[in-house]
């Protein structure tokens, strides 16, 4: 029963609705929220990277102004951690709520001090002595690795959570009978989405109920009821997650935190609401960190360049502990999968090892080892490229993916479904202006400056579901979202998701797709999300799959909902209910537009009028539905990016001149809102490429943490930007929507190392292999291409 | 991430203002655009037990050229050097230095006398100071006296400031302000400068007859180099890379995570070059770079 007219929304520049409300600071965050007689507290923190814990004094806290508690290990004993993959071979780790006899990072929460406000809570929290006793500390993978290397957990072999390995049959052979080789190790720095706002909670109980209430920043309210559930050994029925407005996530808040669990345990002691408001210092050291990947990679290669077989070996440093809800395999996994990238490779042989070491522990970033997996392989078809003496353009148009290659199963198993690879890398030239960056670089060469283009393609999977997550052997499979649709006695609707909206413009997205099912005008739509109590279950927000998942859902439930509307006003219209059109504010009869209920008049009479209603229909316009993107594999995205650097001779500085674009996510929804994202990204991606690095001692102490000593870009390092859209509809999706929150950020390491590597290519050769790209390492590699030697 | 306690004071006059000083001195600090000051609170490096604030004392913010000189209140925002017609005509280094002081909304606040009290060794107006033969002035209950920049400057964080004392304003000497250069390295815009170089020269008979170079960020105070100064005076063809060479061959920088110390002479190579040349090509140095 779908006669619907064009769509009025889907595909138009609607501004985004919630930044009136952000701009002008009515948002509503969880440090805004303070109920009757709440509490504020304070983590003390390990300043040692390992360690047994001697003691800790608390008396002198305990005793300190207003404080109610000073909560120590033992108290929350009997709760932890865990996050178990169902790999074999996965080492499980345990990570305490407080520390109990063991510290395994800087930052890992010791002790937990409660009073009436922050202030008095930090005061006391300085009076709380750590006696803890120096263990040799695991800083770096090879360290790690070491057979002689301690296990960093109570029985562990070795120092990996896990080591996979996956091998195609012909993969021996091919590369015995290629011609040629390249091998590349790569290096990318350790870092972090940054969010603008720091993790934050308000924890509460209610003794009479045992019902508990988190408000918390994060992107996942159902799934941090579900770990709270297992931590807490309390039913689901009896947790409420509110996810307010969050200031940022990027990933790092796609994950339940041990102070989420302590305050929840803090308030139920208590009988007290209890609030934490992370600082940015604790920001940096117990937070999640992200990226830190080295990947060696080998191509094998005939003499006109097209790949036979590539080799790769992976190691992530995962930090101390395994987390909820991904696990420590995540980002060896997505690496080993998407590394072959969009190109034509059919052998593949690949071991990745995620490593256990004596930093803060590992979670998502905004494109989840793709930016790795894509500096890697785009590395080295420029590698590739050098060695043949090829054009860098002309080897990848030689070896990606075309049209009758789909859908193609990449040599991991990944099934892509659609893409436009070569056209997006032509679009981009063009976009780009290659050849004008081209000459301006011949020109910039003359007058000695030091000026190169760069350039990437990739594939993405987004919206991958069941049939993904099942093969990750994550505790939950993040199969699906839901969405639930209601219209009221006045003819507005609201609409509920799983998702969360803290940036991708979800509460704007997912209007357009309701109010075109509904035949509504966009006020008319009111979209909620972050309350567990709103919806029964879903995944959240990550891995580029709200708009396409959520769309789906709300798609579903909106024409169920407006189902019944045919229905009824077929009913009252005498007319047949597949003759039904629902349309701007009206359902009429297809082909006597006079014949007509307005919307709000039937949803009165639906609920206020039930004896108009037709046998066998309920007077209920509320849906509830939820929606996979079967078959689960995902719908691939793809995008193509072409930059220019220019570099200081004399210091090293790298500035990006000029960056560009073409990206295909299928339809879009709205392509302000697409492009938002795209130029976010890009400027999160300049980050990695340049700025952005956790650094860490040998004994395990962090040197990066305040803004001044770890470097986001700001206004002045985003260049002249130009972004374009190629769509090709997923098969696989409703509307052939694609997920793209992630994309931009997954290409700019690698084409600005590509724009570096360029632009010194004339003094010399120089293989430009380690993130972030700071000013001393490109002197580095310049002094290299000098051949002088006299590198710093 | 929050302060200690502290106790907060609002003088109207200078007078009360040193008088409470006098009397909470060892426990006191001043607090002027806030802008060092509030960090060092929030992450409890300093923990003091009174927090004096000079905004609402009269007459620290006025800027006068007298003879030779150019004086500028502790008070005055590096935003007004930025832009003050005075600053812009006598003392043109200064006006350039000024827009390399963080960015925007930090310079609508912060002081001079906030940054040389502060005397964060890779600050910009220690290094203007040093470069125009500058002088600090400082106001205590028991006078007033005034102090070379060369005395001023001791160590990190470190002045001859004494605790009862105050910033009452710096003094620039225009003899070396007509031909000059200034030229940093910042990881990003607004960043504080990894490696900063002022060069200002005094001219006779068209010839540079003195020089004074100044740099930033590689050492635990703001340092001259002679030498590099004796390669500018008379200005040979060569002057300014002879003078690159001598600051980078005279300095001994520490390592740290922004860069270590080799790069940091090179940065000094680079910087020196670069504000020599300014320097060389006359009055008007050019487009900011950096
Ligand atoms: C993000 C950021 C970037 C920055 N970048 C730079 C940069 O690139 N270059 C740079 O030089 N600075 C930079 N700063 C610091 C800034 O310039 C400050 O303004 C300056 O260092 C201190 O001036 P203030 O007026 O804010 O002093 P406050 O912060 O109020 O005080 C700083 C210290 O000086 C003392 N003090 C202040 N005034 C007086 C006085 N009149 N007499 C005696 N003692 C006094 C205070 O007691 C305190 O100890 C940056 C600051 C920030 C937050």
């Not at chain 1, 790569?186 to 972090?192: A, D, I, K, V």
């Not at chain 1, 007319?575 to 059109?581: K, S």
């Not at chain 1, 073409?662 to 990204?681: A, K, L």
């Not at chain 1, 860490?696 to 040197?703: H, M, N, S, V």
Request: aromatic content about 6%; some cysteine; charged content about 20%.
């Amino acid at each position: 029963m779908t006669t619907e007219g064009a769509p009025r929304f889907f595909g138009a520049r609607v501004p985004r609705r919630q930044d009136d409300r952000l701009l002008r600071g009515d948002g509503r965050y969880v440090a805004d929220i303070n109920p009757a007689g709440v509490l504020a507290a304070k983590f003390v923190r390990s300043h040692e990277a390992h360690a047994t814990v001697a003691s800790l004094d608390i008396e002198a806290a305990a005793a300190a102004e207003s404080v109610k508690a000073v909560f120590v290990g033992e108290d929350f004993a009997g709760t932890e951690m865990r996050c178990v993959s169902s790999y074999l071979g996965f080492q499980e780790s345990a990570q305490p709520i407080l520390a109990v006899d063991r510290v395994r990072h800087v930052g890992e929460a010791l002790a937990m001090v409660v009073a009436d406000n922050e202030y008095l809570a930090e005061d006391a929290s300085e009076l709380v002595v750590a006696h803890l006793d120096p263990l040799p500390t695991v800083v770096d993978i090879d360290t790690a690795l070491d057979a002689g290397c301690a296990p960093l957990h109570p029985g562990w072999q070795h120092n990996a959570f896990v080591r996979r390995q996956i091998e195609t049959y012909g993969f021996g052979d091919t590369c015995s009978a290629a011609p040629h080789r390249v091998s590349i190790e790569l290096h990318n720095g350790r870092h972090s989405g940054i969010p603008m706002e720091n993790r934050a909670c308000v924890a509460e109980h209610d003794p009479g109920t045992g019902r508990f209430r988190l408000h918390t920043t994060t992107q996942i309210p159902h799934l941090v009821r579900a770990g709270l559930s297992w931590a807490l050994g309390v039913p689901e029925s009896l947790i409420q997650v509110i996810a307010p407005d969050v200031g940022g996530g990027f990933g790092v808040k796609a994950q339940l935190y041990p102070e989420e669990v302590a305050c929840c345990l803090a308030a139920r002691r208590l009988g007290r609401p209890v609030k934490w408001v992370e600082d940015r210092r604790e920001h940096f050291v117990a937070a999640h960190h992200s990226r830190e990947h080295r990947h060696t990679v080998t191509g094998y290669f005939d003499d006109d360049g097209t790949i036979l077989a590539l080799e790769a070996d992976i190691a992530v440093d995962m930090g101390a502990y395994s987390v909820f809800p991904w696990t420590a395999t995540m980002d060896g996994g997505m690496a080993m999968g998407i590394l072959p990238g969009p190109y034509r490779i059919r052998e593949y042989s690949v071991a990745s090892t995620s490593v256990c070491t004596n930093k803060t522990p590992y979670g998502a970033y905004r494109g989840v080892a793709r930016p790795a997996a894509c500096f890697s392989i785009e590395r080295l078809l420029d590698q590739i490229a050098r060695h043949l003496g090829v054009d860098r353009v002309e080897i990848r148009n030689r070896n990606l993916l075309s049209e009758g290659d789909y859908p193609w199963r990449s040599p991991s198993g990944l099934v892509y479904d659609s893409g436009s690879l070569l056209e997006s890398l032509d679009a981009v030239l063009e976009l780009g202006d290659h050849e004008g960056l081209l000459k301006r670089q011949a020109d910039a060469r003359a007058a000695g400056r030091l000026v190169g283009v760069g350039l990437a393609v990739f594939t993405e999977q987004t919206a991958h579901t069941t049939q993904e997550f099942k093969q990750r052997g994550v505790p939950i499979v993040f199969g699906y979202e839901t969405a639930k649709v209601r219209l009221d006695a006045s003819g507005t609707a609201v609409v509920s998701a799983s998702i969360h909206d803290h940036g991708q413009g979800l509460e704007t997205t997912l209007a357009q797709v309701a109010a075109d099912r509904l035949g509504l005008d966009l006020e008319q739509i009111r979209v909620e999300y972050g309350d567990t109590e709103q919806v029964a279950y879903g995944a959240g927000t990550f891995a580029s799959r709200s708009a396409v998942l959520a769309g789906g859902a709300v798609t579903k439930a909106a024409d169920a909902v407006a189902d019944t509307l045919r229905l009824v006003a077929a009913h009252i219209l005498e007319a047949a209910p597949e003759d039904m059109v629902v349309e701007s504010g009206r359902v009429s009869v297809a082909g006597s537009p006079n014949q007509f209920l307005n919307t709000s008049e039937l949803c009165r009479l639906i609920y206020q009028r039930p004896e108009r209603l037709p046998e066998g229909v309920e007077p209920c316009l509320e849906a509830s539905r939820t929606y996979d993107a079967h078959p689960g594999t995902g719908a691939y995205t793809n995008a193509a990016h072409l930059a220019s650097v220019e570099i200081d001779p004399l210091t090293g500085k790298s500035r990006v001149l000029s960056y560009a674009v073409v990206e295909d996510c299928g339809p879009m929804i709205n392509p302000t809102i697409v492009e938002g994202q795209i130029f976010g990204g890009v400027a999160q991606g300049i980050g990695t490429a340049l700025f952005e690095e956790f650094l860490y001692d040998q004994a395990g102490q962090p040197l990066s943490t305040t803004f001044a000593d770890y470097l986001v870009p700001v206004m002045s390092d985003i260049p002249d930007f130009r972004v374009a859209h190629l769509q090709t509809p997923s098969p696989h999706t409703i509307g052939g929507l694609k997920g793209m929150g992630e994309g931009g950020a997954i290409a700019p390491g690698a084409v600005i190392a590509s724009a570096v590597e360029d632009a010194l290519s004339h003094l010399g050769t120089v293989t430009v292999n380690r993130l972030p790209l700071t000013p001393e390492r490109v002197l580095g590699y310049i002094d290299a291409a000098n051949g002088s030697g006299a590198s710093s | 991430m929050k302060p200690p306690r502290f106790a907060y004071h609002a003088p109207r006059t200078l007078p009360e203002l040193l008088e409470t000083l006098n009397e909470t001195a060892d426990e006191a600090v001043v607090l002027a655009g806030g802008q060092s000051l509030l960090p060092m609170l929030n992450l409890r490096l300093a923990a003091p037990s009174h927090v004096i604030d000079l905004g609402r004392v009269p007459g620290l913010d006025s800027i006068a050229s007298t003879n030779g000189s150019v004086e500028v209140g502790a008070m005055v925002t590096h935003y007004r050097m930025e832009t003050d017609a005075v600053v812009a005509a006598s003392v043109p280094l200064a006006r350039r230095a000024a827009g390399y002081v963080g960015y925007r909304a930090i310079r609508n606040r912060g002081t001079v006398g906030g940054s040389v009290a502060h005397a964060d060794p890779a600050a910009e107006w220690p290094i203007v100071l040093l470069a125009l033969d500058g002088e600090v002035g400082l106001a205590s209950v028991r006078g007033w006296r005034s102090i070379t920049a060369e005395d001023f400057f001791e160590s990190v964080y470190t002045t001859a400031k004494r605790p009862d004392e105050i910033v009452t304003s710096l003094r620039f000497s225009t003899r070396c302000a007509h031909r000059w250069g200034f030229s940093e390295f910042q990881r990003r815009t607004g960043d504080f400068a990894t490696v900063a170089v002022a060069v200002a020269c005094a001219v006779e008979a068209g010839e540079i007859c003195e020089a004074r170079v100044a740099i930033a960020g590689v050492a635990d105070r703001p340092v001259r180099c002679r030498e590099a100064e004796a390669a500018l005076v008379g200005g040979s063809a060569t002057a300014a890379a002879d003078a690159a060479e001598a600051a980078s061959d005279s300095v001994d920088p520490i390592s740290d995570i922004h860069g270590s110390s080799a790069f940091r002479k090179r940065l000094v190579h680079a910087e020196t070059l670069r504000a020599a040349r300014q320097a060389f090509s006359a009055n008007e140095a050019g487009a900011r770079d950096g």
